[in-house]
């Protein structure tokens, strides 16, 4: 099994293994209960070889320092153990019951309960592997069991042609199961490393559109002010220069200008306070409050792959600007922390009004965090979002431990 080179296990393998060594370990110690009970004890040994076995390759599946230990070999070696040792553990019940008189004809049945076993370790090897490793483990417990049914033949002198071509259809049975499951496995993999660059292309896209629209949104802005304020604050100037040079030679003119530079500067105040109007969140303009955060939630949620929980009504009235723009920007600011340091798989969103309070509850299932000692990057924005909260008289409220996911909890009276 020395092509057996692959680093990252297959989700749920290990545990299907664990699922196995402890079935057979069940049923091994059933069939030592049913001898006990039958009062055989010449056959008692039989399954104590396999109860052995299975107690310790179920101790190396469950430890996992060893796997940290071993690294790339520690599943080969589980692997190895699990396929050479019912190989060995059958020829010495077949010995020992050769032993007892025992003729070759009659340990048939055997031969075919090796299969069975064998036969899990060849799906976990096609599982995890490739085609080499599967013929790598045809032809070594092929080899083995050939190796041991012959010295049992020479020792005890009988006839065991039948179990040792048994043996090669096994193997052939074996190589045929493995190259469609390694088939099917290598298949799978390849869709899903296209799933993966898919995703990454399509976030790759839903930045450089977030970039794009930021910076479209920005050329607007700069426009209207040079437009605009740049043009207003320059014809400020110059009639206030003119108003200097008159006001002692003519008064009333420097006067009649002074009056057209205090229109044109309340003119240019309304611009500039337009202007900084439109850096107000679009889809607030746009949606509203409830909306905009509902279409916030299933943007973020649909670009990270995470699955959305939301709860919020169709729209909120009579609220104040101030407070629409801060409890949009904090969701925002969660929101992005949730698919930058989260690692969550699961996302809530709750937008909760009553008659004095509207709430917005952001949850997450991601690693988390110790909230009482903030991370040196300021708990990724967490400050700013409490300033905005205490900016329009909210309380924000963050739960969070390592490894428990996080909740980002904001109440705001919402009477206007």
């Excluded at 060849?122 to 032809?139: D, G, M």
């Excluded at 903030?374 to 967490?382: E, F, N, S, V």
């Amino acid at each position: 099994m020395g092509s057996m080179k692959r680093t990252s296990l297959e989700p749920g393998l290990l545990q299907v293994f664990r699922w196995f060594v402890g079935g057979r370990l069940v049923l091994l110690l059933l069939s030592l209960c049913a001898q006990l009970i039958q009062r055989e004890p010449r056959t008692l040994r039989y399954p104590l070889l396999g109860i052995a076995w299975s107690v310790f390759l179920l101790g190396y599946l469950s430890w996992p320092w060893l796997r940290e230990r071993l690294g790339r070999a520690y599943l080969p070696l589980a692997l190895t153990a699990a396929s050479a040792g019912p190989i060995v553990e059958y020829a010495l019940t077949l010995g020992l019951r050769l032993a007892a008189g025992v003729t070759g004809a009659d340990v048939i049945a055997d031969v075919w309960q090796l299969i069975l076993v064998l036969f899990v370790p060849l799906i976990l090897i096609a599982w995890q592997y490739n085609l080499r490793s599967v013929i790598a483990f045809c032809i070594g417990t092929t080899m083995l069991d050939w190796t041991l049914l012959v010295c049992l033949a020479i020792i005890w002198r009988s006839r065991l042609g039948t179990a040792a071509s048994l043996v090669f259809v096994r193997s052939l049975l074996f190589a045929l199961v493995g190259y469609v499951v390694t088939r099917l496995m290598k298949e799978q993999r390849s869709q899903r490393e296209a799933l993966a660059q898919a995703n990454a292309k399509l976030a790759r896209y839903a930045a450089a559109l977030e970039q794009l629209a930021t910076s479209r949104e920005r050329n607007r802005l700069a426009r209207e002010l040079h437009d605009t304020l740049a043009h207003t604050l320059s014809a400020v100037a110059v009639q206030l220069e003119a108003t200097s040079a008159l006001w002692d030679d003519d008064p009333p003119t420097a006067r009649a200008m002074l009056e057209q530079s205090l229109a044109a500067t309340r003119e240019g105040l309304s611009e500039a306070r337009r202007a900084i109007h439109a850096l107000r969140a679009a889809p607030l303009q746009d949606l509203g409050l409830a909306l905009a955060i509902r279409t916030l939630a299933q943007s973020v949620a649909a670009r990270a792959g995470l699955a959305l929980d939301l709860h919020a009504p169709e729209r909120i009235d009579d609220l104040e600007p101030e407070i629409e723009q801060a409890m949009y920007r904090i969701a925002n600011e969660t929101l992005t922390n949730v698919t930058r340091h989260a690692g969550a798989r699961r996302l809530t969103v709750r937008l909760d009004q009553t008659d004095s309070q509207l709430t917005l509850t952001i949850s997450d299932d991601g690693c988390g965090f110790d909230a009482a000692s903030p991370p040196h990057d300021d708990q990724y924005g967490l400050q700013g979002m409490r300033e905005r909260a205490e900016m329009i008289g909210g309380t924000l409220e963050i739960e969070s431990q390592p490894g428990e996911g996080t909740t980002v909890r904001l109440t705001v009276e919402a009477a206007k």
